[in-house]
């Protein structure tokens, strides 16, 4: 693995921690308290800010800074998260995840919104935090022109908290040829500096790596055997080292310990050196310092820094010294040591769990298999035909074996289409943005309320499904909800709710958009579809059609165009993109109520389960899912309704009879009921209908083959397919046809066509 | 023989830039994603020496360097804190937890080697 991979991961570990940091803030935002959301929110930019200074990546290390300190306040109960805090909050998110963006695939953030919330953080931080205790943040300069990178420095006046300045052999001081000094040390360990995991004898190496040492050890108030504590420190040492780099070298040296043990440094002058050692301290015995038994390899340099000078008298000591130092970790080593064989296999076997449930794959590479495995339906489907075709009998092992492979095939391709079903989440939490920067240019108070965020659906709809989403919501605040005291007026919550909601619904996903907003003007989208010549003056339009205008091309009811209108992009478009995606948009609105649009997509664009059948001479395939049952139509049950209109009864109700063969014109005439079969379908319009054909083939799984990207939209046909003998039949858009029945949708599908 | 290193990091970033830098660096490398994980770790990998961030889900910095230091059997294993905490208090409160020094994220690599040599035999 190289940096590039991980940066690669870097970013997408930024994209789950963004989403966790969004949701954390929203929960925060609902009144959440629990301390746990807080440290979940703050993890998630540090985590960001770690990574983002692993790589460099300076713009986002110092905004996420500032985010992280503000939310620090938050975690230490330093500054309540109100309302008005989380705004900054949830703003300051999109902004790190616009620099996150930026920092991966280049492009710009808005740097005058960037510097106006690492303000507002700041202040957030700082005017609501009496207390100095908290260390301030090293202040990243606002970054306008100035290319300096600005990187958080570690607090100088941490009271030598340095972070790691200790180093063997970069040190690029003045070197020192004529001068260099002499450092005493003065160190006695405490009990605490073993119990961290420190070891005075590997201090007392890397002191000797900085040059000639030597060391004297005090054993004098070393008990005797019966009465020690074998955790207790005993010893204490006396070391002049001869470095030119120094006290600071020194000191670093014990930078790990200075807290847990009595340490005095100072330079003194080579003769004192002398007087100290051997006159002043009478008691103490010159130790031979013997490292090597710490370089396994023997190939440091501090075994032959070592002073040469060994009293043979003192070998013993040597022995006892060392000992005792030890002792605390020899007695929990010993343990361990017998279990070390065991432990390594276990341990692999333990960091391999921690590895995680899951596996990131290359997207490309999930397509090719869903293409792959698409080809194979389609292969096995010309397959089992060919055989059927020319096995009479039809019990042959062949047909068994066929039939076990349609079965494996199948639940392949479910395999496979589960691996690229995703919860629509993301793409409700953009929303969550979208939702905010409309209510701020707006100046409206808008909760979005997201519900069925984990409901699946195939990726390739969830991407697609962004743009419509994020246009309909757009809609929804600007047009929908009232201003906050016109809400108030109407005895209505000035914060106007925005309502998403996804499930699934008979094998589709039904996503609905309901605001609680003035919902539609109908006198409004009347008077503009008359000025627009898009109705007659007097049409006789019922309140349905009249909403269904709003999906007219190049219609705004907005009185005067907002910033967000005037993009060109209307309710049209939108529902020429759900279309696309084999889907269906509906309008319901109550006025004063609100409105909710309605949406019903395909789980996925690659397969579906289809009824094949046959329309004057042309083979169709009609999606089961919007197949309640099929019928043999009776003569008696054929009504006559106004010129051209048939109903059926079923059950003692009755249904409008649809001609699927006149509407697609394939025919000039109506066909007789009773020659065909009726399939009664629902439709998202809801409302049952019957749909004519003249005979069913048989049901089938088929391969989507999308005529969109082949060919051109067709009213009426959803997509196309290959069946099993290799010709192409084209898929029934059950809604459209419905719709194209009832008279005025036909219409404008035609024209659409027609332009199209 | 390898010196094993135990790092514990709820970031995958973090955790593949460690297991990079100490297997180029010739440690052998055990990781966990957080406290509780690392304390399970722990008990069968035998670690010369722990690296751990602060900042973790279910059981954090202090309260994993508190669990090794409560076991009998690991407590005198020093562990190094790697986080980009670069306040007195937070350190202070590792050294307190019973962390036997600290590196400051992001790290640089031959500081990390550095550190683990400084604290290990």
């Known amino acids: 693995m190289d940096m590039n991979e991980i940066k690669e991961i870097f970013f997408q570990e930024c994209e789950e921690q963004l989403a966790e940091l969004e949701s954390g803030l929203l929960k925060l935002n609902d009144g959440d308290r629990d301390p746990e959301t807080v440290n979940a929110v703050f993890r998630a930019v540090h985590s960001i800010k770690g990574g983002a200074g692993a790589f460099g990546l300076d713009d986002l290390v110092s905004f996420a800074h500032v985010f992280e300190t503000t939310l620090d306040c938050v975690r230490s109960n330093k500054l309540e998260p109100t309302q008005d805090v989380l705004k900054v909050m949830l703003k300051s998110a999109d902004v790190l995840a616009d620099l996150t963006n930026a920092a991966r695939d280049g492009g710009s953030v808005d740097e005058a919104r960037s510097r106006t919330l690492i303000r507002e953080l700041e202040a957030l931080a700082h005017g609501e935090v009496p207390t100095a205790a908290e260390a301030p943040a090293p202040k990243p300069a606002p970054k306008a022109a100035a290319p300096a990178p600005v990187i958080e420095k570690p607090p100088v006046n941490d009271e030598g908290f340095q972070p790691i300045p200790f180093s063997f052999g970069d040190f690029d001081e003045e070197p020192a040829a004529h001068y260099v000094p002499t450092v005493q040390v003065d160190f006695k360990p405490k009990k605490d500096l073993y119990a961290k995991g420190n070891e005075a004898v590997l201090l007392l190496r890397d002191v000797s790596r900085l040059g000639e040492m030597s060391v004297y050890c005090d054993m004098d108030s070393l008990p005797p055997l019966d009465k020690m504590d074998p955790e207790e420190a005993y010893f204490s040492w006396k070391i002049s080292v001869t470095t030119d780099r120094g006290e600071d070298g020194v000191r670093s040296v014990f930078e790990f310990a200075e807290w847990d043990c009595d340490l005095d440094i100072r330079t003194i002058e080579e003769d004192v050196v002398g007087e100290v050692t051997d006159d002043e301290e009478l008691p103490m015995q010159p130790v031979p310092f013997d490292l090597s038994m710490l370089d396994e390899s023997g190939s440091a340099a501090g075994g032959e820094d070592e002073p040469a000078v060994v009293e043979s008298d003192a070998a013993a000591a040597v022995a006892a010294a060392e000992t005792a130092t030890k002792v605390s970790q020899a007695a929990g080593r010993a343990a361990e040591n017998a279990k070390a064989a065991a432990s390594a296999a276990s341990a692999a076997q333990a960091s391999q769990t921690a590895a995680g449930q899951t596996i990131r794959v290359d997207l490309d590479r999930v397509d090719r298999l869903i293409n792959l495995v698409g080809e194979l339906v389609i292969n096995q489907a010309m397959l089992s035909q060919s055989v059927v075709e020319n096995d009479t009998n039809g019990t042959s092992s062949i047909n068994m074996g066929l039939e076990e492979l349609q079965q494996l095939t199948r639940e392949i391709q479910d395999s496979v289409m589960a691996i690229r079903a995703q919860p629509v989440k993301p793409v409700f939490q953009r929303m969550a943005r979208t939702v905010r920067e409309i209510a701020d240019i707006t100046g409206k108070s808008v909760r979005l309320i997201t519900e069925g965020e984990n409901t699946e659906v195939d990726k390739t709809v969830i991407d697609k499904l962004a743009e419509p989403l994020t246009h309909m919501i757009r809609n929804a605040v600007d047009h929908g909800l009232e201003m906050p005291e016109k809400r108030e007026a109407l005895g209505k919550n000035p914060e106007g709710t925005v309502r998403l909601t996804a499930k699934h619904r008979s094998g589709r996903i039904v996503i609905e958009l309901a605001d609680d907003g003035a919902g539609i003007n109908r006198e409004k989208v009347r008077q503009k579809a008359i000025d627009n010549d898009l109705i007659a003056a007097d049409a006789n339009l019922s309140d349905e059609e009249i909403d269904n205008l709003i999906f007219h091309a190049g219609f705004s009811t907005a009185d005067k165009v907002s910033d967000l209108s005037g993009r060109g992009v209307g309710m049209d478009v939108v529902k020429r993109s759900i279309q696309a995606l084999g889907g269906r948009i509906s309008i319901s609105s109550k006025p004063g109520q609100g409105s909710v649009f309605t949406m019903s997509l395909p789980l996925t664009l690659a397969v579906l389960d289809g009824m094949v059948v046959t329309v004057a001479g042309q083979t169709l395939v009609v999606p089961l899912t919007a197949i309640v049952e099929t019928l043999q139509p009776e003569a008696p049950a054929i009504h006559s309704f106004g010129a051209s209109q048939r109903l059926i009864s079923i059950r003692n109700s009755f249904c409008p009879l649809v001609d699927v063969g006149r509407i697609l014109n394939f025919r000039a005439t109506q066909a007789n009921p009773i020659e065909g079969v009726a399939l009664l379908v629902e439709s998202e319009g809801g409302g049952q209908r019957a749909l004519m054909v003249d005979a069913i083939q048989g049901q089938r799984q088929v391969v989507i083959k999308s005529l969109e990207a082949n060919y051109t939209h067709v009213p009426g046909i959803a997509a196309a397919t290959i069946l099993g003998d290799g010709r192409v039949a084209l898929i029934l858009d059950v809604d459209a046809v419905v719709a194209a029945s009832r008279g005025q949708s036909l219409k404008q599908d035609i024209s659409l066509a027609a332009t199209g | ?121």
Do not use: H
């Open chain 2, 1 to 121: 023989m390898k010196k094993k290193v135990l790092t514990v990091d709820d970031s995958r970033t973090i955790r593949n830039m460690l297991l990079v830098t100490l297997n180029n660096a010739g440690f052998e490398t055990i990781q966990a994603e957080d406290g509780v994980e690392g304390l399970e770790v722990l008990e069968n990998a035998n670690p010369d020496v722990i690296v751990t961030d602060i900042n973790m889900p279910r059981l954090d910095g202090f309260g994993f360097i508190e669990g090794v230091r409560r076991n009998e059997k690991y407590r005198a294993i020093p562990i190094l804190v790697l986080t980009t905490e670069s306040d007195a208090e937070k350190k202070n409160r590792a050294r307190q937890a019973g962390a036997t020094g600290w590196i400051v994220k992001p790290f640089d690599p031959t500081k990390l080697i550095d550190a683990i040599e400084r604290v290990t035999a």
